[in-house]
Nanobody
Framework: QVQLVESGGGLVQAGGSLRLSCAAS????????MGWYRQAPGKQRELVAQ???????NYADSVKGRSTISADNAKNTVYLQMNSSKPEDTAIYYC???????????????WGQGTQVTVSS
């Protein structure tokens, strides 16, 4: 069993900052990539940012320059710092990990339950 637990969501004013955390735990052999996705009402889930175990990062154009993704590989934890928040950042944010479980032979995507972020104008 693998669990991803997010924290840090909530209400933030436009122009403010937020920091999300996600910790993966359970029967994990190795994690190669972690990231954040978001889904706004009536829209498809979209990538926000990703980070590989080697530290390579990738950002959506909509958050590039005002967001930073980081990870603590020893703790299987990923963070998202978002500054200059906008109302259009309002969404449910989901943590994602691409990992190999203990005793498993393949690599799989795992998802957290999601955390609501609301940016008020």
């Amino acid at each position: 069993q693998v669990q991803l637990v997010e924290s840090g969501g909530g209400l933030v004013q436009a122009g403010g900052s937020l920091r999300l955390s996600c910790a993966a735990s359970g029967s994990i052999f190795s994690i190669t990539r972690m990231g954040w996705y978001r889904q706004a009402p009536g829209k498809q889930r979209e990538l926000v940012a990703q980070i590989t175990s080697g530290g390579r990062t990738n950002y959506a154009d909509s958050v590039k320059g005002r967001s930073t993704i980081s990870a603590d590989n020893a703790k299987n934890t990923v963070y998202l710092q978002m500054n200059s928040s906008k109302p259009e950042d309002t969404a449910i944010y989901y943590c994602n990990a691409f990992l190999r479980p203990i005793g498993g032979s393949g690599w799989y995507d795992h998802w957290g339950q999601g955390t609501q972020v609301t940016v008020s104008s």
